[in-house]
């Protein structure tokens, strides 16, 4: 059974940092590409960031182009997002979704993790 | 940046009845290259349809999709119980991946 596991999120002032992680189990890790995903309390679904599964392609949103970061290490199964500069209108749960195609490019995806969530406020 | 508008913004049906949800594009989605999902309360989202009218995998066939260029549309032929939820259209023919506003399908 395919599992993502996201992990990392949590209460920080704006301006700090953060870094996302998601524990992928259940399947071939290095072999699709990963995304970060995330969701405003009570609003809709907005991609932030995509990475191919041998890190030769990476994408962000205009939103978070500068201050975010992504990453894998396929030796571990795991995928990061590092979060600088961060702003209160980054407050979300932030998901971790993989791909549906081996060797793929961006999407869709299927599954998604739970979630964890980032409140940026002082 | 292609916007994708979903309508309408709330559906009110009853068990048994059709659902049509529409999703249009600011332009062309390349290769049909268009998804649906599902999302219920406290849930992650759940992938229904990929390439416009592929099923995923544990799908029923009550849903489906159809279209292409700019004008996508979900069908639910008869609503379950369990269809009550927020739908949303996503397009991954072109960077960045983006995500209609959603439509919430509500019980009448």
Redesign the interface.
């Known amino acids: 059974e395919v599992q993502l596991v996201e992990s990392g999120g949590g209460l920080v002032q704006p301006g700090r940092s953060l870094r996302l992680s998601c524990a992928a189990s259940g399947f071939t890790f290095d072999d699709y590409a990963m995304h970060w995903v995330r969701q405003a309390p009570g609003k809709g679904l907005e991609w932030v960031s995509g990475i191919s599964w041998n890190s030769g392609s990476i994408g962000y949103a205009d939103s978070v182009k500068g201050r975010f970061t992504i990453s894998r290490d396929n030796a571990k199964n795991s995928l990061y997002l590092q979060m600088n500069s961060l702003r209160a209108e980054d407050t979300a749960l932030y998901y971790c979704a993989k791909d549906i195609y081996r060797f793929g490019g961006w999407g869709p995806f299927d599954p998604w993790g739970q979630g964890t969530l980032v409140t940026v406020s002082s | ?1 292609i916007v994708l508008t979903q309508s309408p913004g709330t559906l009110s049906l009853s068990p048994g009845e059709r659902a049509t949800l529409s999703c249009r594009a600011s332009q062309s989605v390349s290769s049909s ?1 268009l ?1 649906w ?1 599902q ?1 219920k309360p406290g849930q ?4 229904l349809i ?1 390439g416009a009218s592929s099923r ?1 995998t544990g799908i029923p066939d009550r849903f489906s999709g159809s279209g292409s260029g700019t004008d996508f549309t979900l069908t639910i032929s008869r609503l379950e119980p369990e269809d009550f939820a927020v739908y ?1 259209c ?1 397009q ?1 023919g072109s ?8 439509t919430k399908l509500e019980i009448k």
């Open positions: 940046e290259y998804a999902y999302q992650a989202p759940r992938l990929y995923a949303y996503q991954y960077s960045p991946v983006t995500f209609g506003q959603g």
